[in-house]
């Protein structure tokens, strides 16, 4: 769908002659819809037609606009245009549009904030100091406290007020703030909806509050909310203030990111950010030049143990032709228990404790599974063999045997160390463990043949 | 923490003396928190458990649970008990959780439904038609829908009755339906809010409604969701029939299990359901084997490709030394591109249509990150040969270009063939591409040394 297919050709006469229509045709779209479309636009037009917006209607659009194109906008704005349009924004969504812009531009944007709506600069000033990944950087300061002697009939006239007021969108959950807002209790809108209205808002909100820390990584937050199947959860500071909330539609975002970052990571690749074609050439090539050089000089080892063995290679050239589907087997090996156990560990199912436990299972695994290929490979190296056929096929045979289980044991308790020592186990990449386990596979082959060859 | 630690060691002793503290001890927590201590417990315990909780709080519980434990649980109640937690679940999971048990127990069960609340009854056999892993099988069909001149006022008098008498836990949006309960609007709790309650549903409703099919893909109305920051989506029939409405809480386990899906075939393992630790020993050496054993297979390439060089081998040894890091680089590069493309595709950021700008994109990459390492690959090769080092680094680094080119064109272009014929791109899993990727390397790396060394 493109704007000109909605307004003709020409829609810049059509919103140049009777901007009313033109609003009015937008608004029966999705202002998410509406983004997708205003995003390609040149810059020019993205002005002229955010000047016909309502700003309601603009705001909503805006924090849809990806990062990039959000600051052009607020840059050729005129100070009181973006600042109306701040002012009318989600406040999550607006402390990270006024983060993204030049420090000129951004203090002169606030300064004109503060005057038109001095409460939301101070939240955007309170949001910036979050940490990037921080349940802080993704919360909202848009929810309801209210104290818990509130009758619920003042409760909801509160909320009527506050919705209107504060634009408030994900509204779920009135939170029971007393002794200076620390966080007492939760009361959901359908317990309000169908409380007696002469109660106070203490008689139906529950206690036992599930919180999350404002400065623990947003990941602590994602994952509470998809345990428990929340809406919106409350962020606290260390006296137990609240601060925020964290809401479902932020959570989804963050658990592709994540699942998107591990993935990268897992693949050998720098995470990043934005989409494969979104993200310039020059950086593509940067999140894969450090990991191959590291992998290449890493595989400088291989030629090293080649380099020693190059006397049983030249009597036996045959072992060579094993070579590539010994170390490719102790890959692959390697590779398969590593996903299990990084993706394991990123939901929390596995912890470095339990090491012992996959120690055994990973055991039984690589040496059962060893034993299907290592038969499979003892058939085709004995029909390969011009002579001692029988010598070479059983060394190649206890070779894979031998790769399978160390590419097994490797690939899952490297990822469980590397998560001991404090580190992310998805930067023990798959082509990691496979090179890992490709020195180590040609050190057992190498090493057995020369043993049993003699 | 364990129900030991509440109740001293004797909980069976509390349970059989007071029943009336353990039940409001147990209701001060989350369900989600008391499924964790009893899914734990020996069947008995759970069953003299669930008899003193409360049904509507133990439903939730029973929701939580584990699919084996809680069939289990379903067996060992009297079918009366059972029918009575069944009638107090959320429509979806009571469908899931009579859809798991045996046939016998099944039909017991809905026909003791029948005499408690039929209605709910038809609905497990409304929702069991649904394939798994269709929009459908994860929708729920609790949910709000009247008739557009619906006056405001009637509409939150509607919503209190049926939030009481259905158990609505997931109320954000009231749909308009009519002409026979075709979806023509909807309307937030938000809006109905603020609305003059005097006014008709038809006035506040939004009459452009994103909706999802109910025999598409779930991951369909993932996407939506968390494209358009929805808390639910309403999903419709071919008809243009309301039948049922999907949550993000749903969502959030659709992405993380979508996320795991990918991540295991990407790292060549069949998808296990269930963690590392609660897949039986035998179904996690299933995910492996069959990978295990094809990859293999397709590695015997390698060897014969190696057999019909042995004599250049057998002639220049030192060619051998450098065929483990020359294979294992391809492999690397295929598998970084792999990652990026076949990430991508799932988020639906690159289509198999964009063949041509891939291409591009990974040509360049490859020879200009080929040049990088084959540099590299020059020198470590030039000051390893005995003899004629500058042939040897010059088959070496040319070698060493041609792999990361073939293994970024490979890595990229194969999953969106994948793709493009109908079929999981996930498959083309990263272990694939590199095996792949270790023939065409061979045949490369030796091709160009037979003819380069004469």
Redesign the interface.
């Given at each position: 769908m493109r704007l000109a297919s909605l307004f003709g050709p020409d829609f810049h006469a059509t919103l140049a002659e009777d901007p009313q229509a033109f609003r009015e045709a937008l608004e029966?779209?999705?202002e998410?819809d509406i983004a997708e479309i205003v995003e390609e636009l040149p810059i020019e037009d993205i002005v002229a037609l955010f000047r016909v917006l309502p700003d309601d209607f603009g705001a909503g659009v805006l924090e849809r606009l990806p990062e990039d194109r959000r600051s052009e906008l607020l840059e050729k704005l005129k100070v009181e245009e973006a600042a109306s349009l701040l002012a009318e924004m989600q406040p999550d969504d607006r402390a990270d549009a006024v983060q993204d812009l030049d420090e000129g531009l951004k203090d002169k944007l606030l300064a004109q904030l503060d005057e038109v709506e001095p409460e939301a600069a101070q939240e955007v000033r309170d949001l910036a100091r979050y940490e990037d990944g921080s349940v802080g950087s993704i919360m909202t300061t848009a929810y309801v406290g209210l104290p818990p002697e509130t009758k619920i009939w003042k409760v909801?006239e509160e909320?009527?007020r506050l919705?209107?007021e504060r634009e408030?969108?994900?509204?779920?959950y009135v939170y029971g703030l007393a002794f200076g807002d620390k966080l007492v209790g939760v009361a959901s809108?359908?317990e309000l909806?169908?409380a007696d209205p002469s109660q106070e808002l203490a008689d139906v909100m529950a206690?036992?509050v599930?919180r999350v820390l404002d400065t623990e990584d947003r990941e602590a937050a994602a994952r509470a909310?998809?345990?428990?199947?929340?809406?919106a959860m409350p962020a606290v500071d260390l006296q137990g203030k609240m601060v925020g909330m964290v809401t479902?539609?932020d959570?989804?975002?963050v658990?592709?990111d994540e699942?998107?970052e591990?993935?990268?990571k897992?693949?050998?690749?720098s995470p990043?950010e934005g989409?494969?074609?979104?993200t310039a050439?020059f950086d593509?090539?940067k999140s894969?030049?450090t990991?191959?050089?590291v992998?290449?000089?890493g595989?400088?080892l291989?030629?090293n143990v080649?380099?020693s063995f190059?006397g049983e290679?030249?009597r036996v050239?045959?072992l060579?032709?094993?070579?590539?589907?010994i170390?490719?087997?102790g890959?692959?090996?390697g590779?398969?228990s590593?996903?299990?156990?990084?993706?394991?560990l990123s939901?929390h199912?596995?912890e470095p404790s339990?090491w012992m436990?996959?120690l055994g299972?990973e055991l039984?695994?690589g040496i059962?599974?060893g034993l299907?290929?290592g038969v499979?490979?003892f058939a085709?190296a004995y029909f390969?063999a011009d002579t001692d056929a029988l010598s070479l096929a059983l060394v190649v045979s206890v070779s894979i045997v031998a790769v399978?289980l160390v590419g097994s044991l490797v690939g899952s308790l490297l990822p469980l160390l590397i998560q001991r020592v404090g580190l992310d186990p998805a930067v023990s990449s798959?082509?990691f463990i496979?090179?890992l386990s490709?020195v180590v596979g040609?050190l057992v082959y190498l090493g057995i043949a020369s043993a049993m060859l003699g």
């Open positions: 029966e779209f999705h998410e909801i909320v009527r919705t209107k408030l969108e994900s509204l779920y809108l359908r909806i169908l206690h036992n599930v909310i998809a345990k428990y199947d929340f809406h479902v539609d959570v989804v975002d658990v592709i699942a998107t591990d993935a990268q897992m693949g050998a690749v990043i989409g494969y074609f979104q050439f593509y090539w894969r030049v990991w191959l050089v992998l290449f000089l595989g400088f291989t030629a080649m380099q190059a290679i030249e050239v045959t060579a032709v094993f070579i590539p589907l170390i490719s087997t890959g692959n090996a590779s398969q590593a996903t299990l156990i990084i993706r394991a939901l199912e596995v339990d436990r996959v299972r039984l695994a059962t599974l299907v290929v499979l490979g085709r390969a399978v798959t082509p496979a090179s490709d040609l």
